[in-house]
């Protein structure tokens, strides 16, 4: 047992270290004072930073890919919502099969969701755009909002929402006085989510965007030049740490909402 | 019937397939406490979401305070609910869940407030209001459950179980208040539950339900002394259930021999030929070594002894009969707890026999 115990110690620290070293490497080259991304290190600088700010065509990449994140992240938590509830409270034939179909872009490669995606955005005579983008975003997203709403509708009590209808509410003011205050939560968590995975997401932006480029695959063009490298690995610290807080507040909000239900914690992503 | 507040005629039930309620004829008066008894998935909960609007009947009719509920929704319902989880809003204050019925109505904000504050006195919240309602205890739930129903006045308050989640001395002190309550207040109640003793101590009127019909409803005590179905009598307490034959007024029970009934001992009927002969563990006794009784005799032989130490509950077995009787006897002083395997003479009343068609 003993022996078995230390081998699973070596395993976990091994994995953490392979997951994890290279983003450490990011904002180690980040600060390094030197456009060859190399040891040994250079010296300390800001100024990768610095030139972050005097690139207009970032600029234009960072505001597509919030307007898209943003959209992406409200028409994926507003169809989980819906997906979420109707799971909760209705039974009808064939529930478990079309809750498995909304499910399966989770496990779908992106790169067939892109082709298909494009060739049937092609195929409809519509030109691509920010447009198409939050179309094949909110397509992944949706699946991770579902299972965040799941768990916050699942451990809600039904009789709270009789008890307000009971009381004189009307099904709408029930929902909105009761329903959404105690799922809020999850909202929120669903909202962080879809927000980070469309922010970050490259291979279906790539082959939907149209004239302006989302922010990874901006970043993905300036891998052409080595002396932007340094700048990339600025930008990809920031990034980093921002879904980072992203994920963190998401899974706060994700586990105060079961608690604030009273129920108890089963799954979630982190 | 003119005072009933609430009137059902021939309702039933249907969950897809399922058959839940299966022709429910039932008058509740104003102000008095009902309750609807029964075993677990008999369809008490069901008939009591379709009086209050969250299920919809298949066929029949409902009538509440004499309008036709078919086309009204629950939250126009002149009902309320206590819900077996209590439902108690996690978000809100105490004062904010009791007060929740009162945001439609017409009421200033002070009449409101002082609308809270009385619901909670009479509950015993008296200074609760602004407590969280997350953090409360399982009988200051059940309290601010009740608050939040009786606040809006409804003409009939519907109460699924509401003690089960309680442990025993919470719950029999519940029982109390809850049966004084409805004494103050003078509101229908009609209450779920499936403890028998809890029915008969609370309840003016109770409705014994089996497999969505109502097999008997009277009051306590006709529901205990005269049972119409041997299942009715052991359902509600324990009934000694003998094999008998009847003849004319003549009864002959296996194990305690010939005795006198009346057609009163029969409530659904006199049988006639085989029967079933019931009898409730205190209208027997054991006669101590010595005693002398006017009363009639027979004897078996003690397998099993409960020792409960107000009383003591003996199997006894009948000579001709192979299931035990159960009877009970006062633990008074100087009178001795007797040992398995005694041979015990017993003494009956043939006026406590109840008969039953099926044996
Ligand atoms: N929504 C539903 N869909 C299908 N069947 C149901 C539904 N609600 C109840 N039933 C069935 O109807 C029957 C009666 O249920 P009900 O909840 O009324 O029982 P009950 O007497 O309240 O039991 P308990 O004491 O366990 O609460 C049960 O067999 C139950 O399985
Ligand atoms: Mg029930």
């Given at each position: 047992m003993k022996l078995n115990l230390n081998w699973l110690k070596g395993y976990a620290v091994l994995y953490l270290v392979f997951l994890y070293a290279p983003i450490f490497l990011l904002p180690i080259f980040a600060f390094n004072d030197a456009t060859v991304i190399a040891f040994p290190l250079k010296g300390f600088t800001t100024r990768w930073f610095a030139d972050l700010t005097t690139t207009p065509a970032l600029h234009g990449a960072v505001l597509n890919s919030l307007f898209i994140a943003i959209s992406t992240a409200i028409l994926s938590t507003c169809l989980g919502i819906c997906a979420a509830r109707a799971g909760a409270r209705f039974s009808f034939p064939g529930k478990q099969g079309i809750i498995g179909f909304i499910m399966i872009p989770l496990v779908l490669p992106e790169i067939i969701v892109a082709v298909s995606l494009l060739v049937t955005l092609l195929q409809l005579g519509l030109s691509l755009s920010s447009w198409t983008v939050i179309l094949g975003h909110t397509l992944i997203c949706t699946p991770f909002s579902i299972a965040i709403l799941n768990s916050a509708f699942a451990t809600l009590d039904p009789s709270m929402e009789e008890a307000a209808y009971d009381l004189g509410e009307t099904k709408w003011s029930t929902f909105r006085l009761i329903t959404l205050p105690l799922v809020m939560p999850g909202i929120i968590s669903s909202f962080l989510i879809a927000f980070t995975i469309s922010l970050d997401e490259f291979i279906i932006a790539f082959f939907l965007t149209g004239a302006e480029p989302t922010l990874p695959v901006y970043l993905w063009g300036q891998l052409r030049f080595p002396a932007k490298l340094p700048i990339v690995m600025a930008l990809g610290t920031i990034l980093v740490a921002f879904s980072i807080l992203l994920l963190t507040l998401a899974e706060i909000f994700r586990r105060r909402g079961i608690a604030k239900a009273g129920g108890r914690d089963t799954g979630g992503f982190l | 019937m003119t005072d009933a507040i609430v009137s059902l005629t021939d309702v039933h039930k249907y969950y897809g397939t399922y058959h839940a309620l299966r022709g429910i004829t039932l008058d509740i008066r104003a102000g008095e406490f009902f309750s609807l008894l029964?075993?677990?998935?008999?369809g008490k909960t069901t008939l009591l979401r379709t009086i209050a609007g969250f299920e919809d009947v298949s066929s029949g009719t409902l009538l509440l305070d004499g309008k036709d509920?078919?086309?009204?929704a629950a939250n126009k319902r002149p009902t309320n609910m206590v819900f077996q989880s209590y439902a108690i809003f996690p978000h809100l204050s105490v004062a904010e869940n009791v007060g929740f019925g009162l945001r439609r109505s017409s009421m200033d904000s002070a009449a409101k407030a002082r609308a809270v504050d009385e619901a909670l006195e009479m509950v015993g919240l008296?200074?609760?209001?602004?407590?969280?309602?997350?953090?409360?205890s399982g009988g200051q739930r059940q309290r601010v459950a009740l608050a939040r129903a009786l606040i809006l006045k409804p003409k009939v308050l519907l109460l699924d179980e509401?003690?089960?989640?309680?442990?025993k001395k919470l719950r029999e002190q519940m029982q109390n208040e809850l049966r004084r309550l409805q004494r103050q207040v003078g509101i229908t109640f009609i209450l779920v539950t499936h403890d028998q003793e809890e029915a008969l101590i609370m309840s003016d009127r109770i409705a014994v339900m089996f497999e969505g019909e109502i097999a008997q409803l009277a009051s306590p005590q006709d529901l205990y002394r005269r049972p119409l179905t041997r299942r009715v009598g052991e359902f509600i307490g324990v009934m000694n259930v003998l094999p008998a034959t009847v003849s004319g007024q003549e009864a002959d029970i296996a194990g305690l021999g010939r005795a006198p009934v009346t057609p009163d001992q029969a409530p659904s009927g006199m049988p006639e030929g085989t029967a079933g002969a019931g009898i409730r563990p205190e209208s027997m006794s054991i006669l101590y070594d010595g005693e002398t009784t006017t009363r009639r005799t027979a004897s078996g032989e003690v397998v099993e002894v409960f020792y409960y130490g107000d009383m003591t509950y003996y199997d006894v077995v009948l000579p001709g009969t192979t299931k035990p009787m159960t009877i009970s006897m006062k633990n008074v002083a100087g009178r001795p707890v007797l040992d398995r395997g005694t041979t015990a003479r017993i003494a009956w009343d043939a006026e406590a026999l109840v008969l039953f068609g099926d044996t």
């Open positions: - | 029964g075993p677990s998935g008999c509920m078919a086309r009204v008296k200074g609760y209001g602004t407590r969280a309602a997350h953090a409360l509401p003690l089960s989640a309680l442990d």
